[in-house]
């Protein structure tokens, strides 16, 4: 069974640091790239980025470049979202996601995390 | 980038009426678009891909169309279920969403 199990909420404060995850389990990682979806407090979906866990390979929003990073560590098949200095405004829930064919690097998500609650207050 | 429009923001309807969310791309997508249901809480639901076909699993009662930059959501006879948020994806260059259209049961 496909699985992506994100680490639990998170509280913060303005300029800590963060890094989440989203654990995959049920297929083979480095076949899929995983994607990071922002949710602000009663907002929509936005789209951060994405992740080719075979190599690492990047590709960003230009929203969100420069502002997140994110990475991926195949030997434990897990994919991270970092923060190097957190802002109030990075207080969502973040989602990761899966793109439902290896062969299509853009496919639509089938698989999602169940999301990661970012707290970010002073 | 890819920037999708979806309308109304908001809709009430009563159960049983139909309902149609309309989704515009900034370009042309082909059929690269999905449609997602989000209730308080949860992860997006898949109900629909490549424009127009069911996820499985999804009640017949929703069906999309269209193609190129214009698409619409049907809710053939809205049920209190169906009380969410939906929003449309492009799928076609990365990923870029709607801005949702919340779903009022009157």
């Known amino acids: 069974e496909v699985q992506l199990v994100q680490s639990g909420a998170e509280v913060k404060k303005p300029g800590e640091s963060l890094r989440i995850s989203c654990k995959a389990s049920?297929?083979?990682?480095?076949?899929?790239?995983i994607n990071w979806v922002r949710q602000m407090p009663g907002k929509g979906l936005e789209w951060m980025g994405r992740?080719?866990?075979?190599?690492?390979?990047?590709n960003y929003s230009p929203s969100f470049q420069g502002h997140v990073t994110i990475s991926a560590d195949k030997s434990i098949t897990t994919a991270y979202l970092q923060w190097t200095s957190l802002k109030a405004s990075d207080s969502a829930i973040y989602y990761c996601?899966?793109?439902?064919?290896?062969?299509?690097?853009?496919?639509?998500?089938?698989?999602w995390g169940q999301g990661t609650l970012v707290t970010v207050s002073s | 980038d890819i920037h999708m429009t979806q309308s109304p923001s908001t809709l009430s309807a009563s159960v049983g009426d139909r309902v149609t969310i309309t989704c515009r791309a900034s370009?042309?997508?082909?059929?690269?678009l999905a449609w997602y249901q989000q209730k308080p809480g949860r992860a997006p639901k898949l109900l629909i891909y490549?424009?127009?076909t069911l996820e499985s699993g999804v009640p017949s009662r929703f069906s999309g169309s269209g193609s190129g930059a214009e698409f619409t959501l049907t809710i053939s006879s809205l049920q209190p279920d169906d009380l969410a948020t939906y929003y449309c994806?492009?799928?076609?260059?990365?990923?870029?969403f709607g801005q949702g259209t919340k779903v009022e049961i009157k």
């Open positions: 996601a899966r793109p439902g064919s290896p062969y299509d690097s853009s496919a639509y998500p089938d698989y």
């Open positions: 049920g297929y083979s990682f480095t076949s899929y790239w």
């Open positions: 992740i080719d866990p075979g190599d690492s390979y990047t």
């Open positions: 370009q042309s997508i082909s059929n690269r």
């Open positions: 490549k424009a127009s």
């Open positions: 994806q492009q799928y076609n260059t990365y990923w870029a």
